[in-house]
């Protein structure tokens, strides 16, 4: 069994591996990944994944067999049925009677991070789990109380970003067609296509309503970026938690103890989570071996400890850099350094996605991303529509909508940390 953590991106879900037990999470908020870089959420931006390729775990069709609906529900629809067919005027597809009926069955659970997969989409919903897409670069998320898709943050690099599209817009339509909040994983699936090829986005932003023609191309999700800004201040920055995120940021940071660097700046601002192993690889970089880095409790309030499984290496001074954007996978990095007070966290309060799904693939092929756990810092603090706070909470200029391409000079809370590790 794996878990995984949804990261709303703008490709699809990345699917996190677990320990040794095949348990994968992921980020975010939904946080969905598309082709539009869902973290994942988006989102995110963590379940566990029942691969195919294990032969459904479980026993899952021993589960979907039986009788799981009342007779009520189930006399209901029968009675609708009976009304198509002795009214309805066009012809019907027993199929999508069948998928529409399941999907607002799931929608009913009024949980924005639970949702059923048709089968045909499942391949694309796990594909990209090695951190690679064709779409515009951009992570999304719901936002029920307006509707509507929202652009959690651009990738950066990615088409989107390259065009302007900023962190907070709202997605009116794509390729003329209007999407709601519920509707993020048709509008993901529609992002996607082939490289080269264009889709026309149009943004509200605030009163404004922007029309983007954006040409598809393969987008990296997560390249760990990494260099020194001055006096001998290291800085690494990564937008999600993939597969290899960790032995990449390893590899950089060696790469900068080389070079000579005193303190380290990690930037997570506007990452929207991801594999929820990769952040824990990531702590272990820089905690004690052994040290746990979260709890998780399920709904039977049993809980089970995530620790750190090798030697740090990290022994300079360090500050975390994060926003409203940081999420899953982010925040459970930023609970951690922040109990152990292994950093300084400097920025905005964090989005608060403290929950994790379990993505189980049906015997039909279908699957279903349904919430199951919910996370803790390793002292037991709710990170869960709460966020983390930072030690030090700084905004940036008003001119600035987000973090992506703003010149270091005008980025107050990449300031604030060069100025604390210099004291």
Do not use: H
């Amino acid at each position: 069994m794996k878990k995984e953590e949804d990261q709303t991106n703008g490709g699809f879900k990345v699917i996190q591996e677990k320990k040794n037990s095949n348990k994968i999470y992921k980020t975010l908020m939904l946080v969905v990944l598309v082709a539009f870089m869902t973290f994942i959420a988006t989102s995110i931006g963590m379940y566990k994944y029942l691969s195919a390729n294990m032969g459904t775990s479980m026993n899952l069709s021993a589960l979907v067999s039986k009788e799981t609906t009342s007779d009520a529900i189930t006399n209901k629809i029968n009675e609708y049925r009976k009304i198509i067919d002795k009214y309805y005027l066009g012809e019907i597809d027993e199929n999508k009677l069948k998928e529409g009926a399941i999907k607002g069955y799931i929608e009913g659970l009024d949980d924005q991070y639970t949702e059923y997969i048709p089968k045909e989409d499942m391949e694309e919903y796990t594909e990209d789990i090695e951190g690679e897409f064709v779409g515009i670069g951009v992570y999304m998320i719901q936002d029920k109380e307006i509707d509507r898709v929202r652009v959690l943050a651009p990738i950066k690099n990615g088409p989107a970003a390259e065009a302007g599209i900023q962190s907070g817009d709202i997605i009116r339509s794509l390729n003329d067609v209007e999407y709601t909040a519920s509707q993020m994983s048709e509008l993901s699936q529609a992002i996607k296509g082939e490289e080269g090829s264009t889709v026309k986005l149009e943004i509200i932003r605030g009163e404004e309503i922007i029309t983007y023609t954006l040409k598809r191309s393969n987008v990296k999700l997560n390249p760990v970026e990494g260099e020194i800004i001055e006096d001998e201040i290291g800085y690494i920055e990564f937008s999600s938690f993939d597969k290899n995120t960790a032995n990449e940021f390893r590899k950089k940071y060696e790469e900068l103890k080389e070079q000579g660097i005193k303190s380290l700046i990690i930037d997570i601002r506007n990452n929207g989570g991801g594999i929820v192993q990769e952040a824990v690889s990531i702590a272990g970089t820089i905690l004690d071996n052994g040290s746990t880095v979260l709890y998780e409790i399920n709904k039977n309030n049993e809980e089970e400890e995530m620790k750190t499984n090798t030697d740090p290496i990290i022994d300079v001074p360090i500050v975390l850099l994060v926003n409203e954007n940081s999420a899953s996978a982010s925040e459970i990095l930023a609970g951690a350094l922040r109990d152990y007070e292994k950093a300084k966290i400097v920025g905005k309060t964090t989005y608060g996605k403290g929950v994790i799904q379990q993505l189980l693939s049906l015997p039909d092929g279908s699957g279903l991303k349904i919430t199951s756990e919910e996370y803790l810092t390793p002292k037991k603090n709710k990170i869960n529509k709460v966020g983390i706070e930072p030690d030090e909470s700084v905004d940036l200029p008003k001119d600035i909508a987000n973090i992506i391409n703003v010149e270091k000079e005008k980025d107050k809370q990449l300031q604030k940390a060069i100025e604390l590790l210099k004291k």
